[in-house]
């Protein structure tokens, strides 16, 4: 069965201590993985795709990694405005069509 | 607009009652989504369009639940008969990209937030 998860479900950071975020995933045909962050009340905020093992992506002070069975979000030197719910999710290719899977999120607090 | 807006922002009900949700993409954005958020749990894949056309409407959890799209803009979303099951945040997506693509930089609404009584 096609599955997303995400590793831990939260963490607490002090200000400036630098952390990464997991997505583990078993699909067949990953077509994509993207990463979004939530704010609380708000719908998800598209941060990265990424298409195959090796590729990288950074923004600020995010940078997202992809393998064949994982996705790792690092975050270095967090500030307070970076605590937000992460989400990952997998685009999969089915018999006949695309799916999208999300994990259940990583909640990220940094406390300053 | 400049984003994705959804109406109601909230909504009670009560239990067998139908309710109707609203979406208005991005202008120009051929893909739209909806997704089903539960308390503390990742978003759940409800159904897909590609202009007017949902190819895909698998995540759709009973036929209690439809959806239509009219002149490739503005989506609704139909409960009905809720359940208190059926409580959860319903969220709207669009996307410029079109087919496989379009699964890429969705852009989503602030959400519905749909309480069955």
């Known amino acids: 069965e096609d599955q997303v998860t995400q590793s831990p479900e939260a963490l607490r950071l002090q200000e400036g201590e630098s952390s990464s975020l997991n997505c583990s995933y078993t699909?067949?045909?990953?077509?994509?993985l993207f990463w979004y962050r939530q704010d609380p009340g708000k719908g998800p905020e598209f941060l990265f795709t990424l298409y195959s093992a090796g590729e990288e992506k950074e923004k600020e002070r995010l940078k997202a990694t992809l393998t064949k069975k994982e996705s790792f979000l690092h975050i270095t030197a967090p500030k307070p405005e970076d605590s937000a719910t992460y989400l990952c999710?997998?685009?999969?290719?089915?018999?006949?069509?695309?799916?999208?899977?999300f994990g259940s999120g990583t909640r990220l607090s940094i406390r300053p | 607009g400049a984003g994705v807006s959804q109406s109601p922002s909230n909504k009670v009900t009560e239990k067998g009652k139908d309710v109707e949700l609203r979406c208005d993409p991005i202008s120009g954005h051929t893909a739209l989504y909806w997704y089903r958020q539960s308390l503390g749990q990742g978003l759940e894949f409800l159904i897909y369009?590609?202009?007017?056309?949902?190819?895909?409407k698998s995540g759709l959890p009973s036929d209690r639940f439809s959806a239509e799209r009219t002149g490739g803009s503005v989506s609704t979303l139909t409960i009905q008969r809720t359940q208190q099951e059926d409580s959860a945040v319903y969220l709207c997506a669009s996307s410029r990209l079109a087919g496989e693509l379009s699964y890429n930089e969705q852009f989503f609404g602030p959400g519905t937030r749909l309480t069955v009584l």
């Open positions: 999710a997998v685009q999969a290719w089915t018999s006949s069509a695309s799916k999208i899977i």
């Open positions: 699909v067949s045909g990953l077509r994509g």
């Open positions: 369009f590609q202009g007017n056309s949902a190819p895909d």
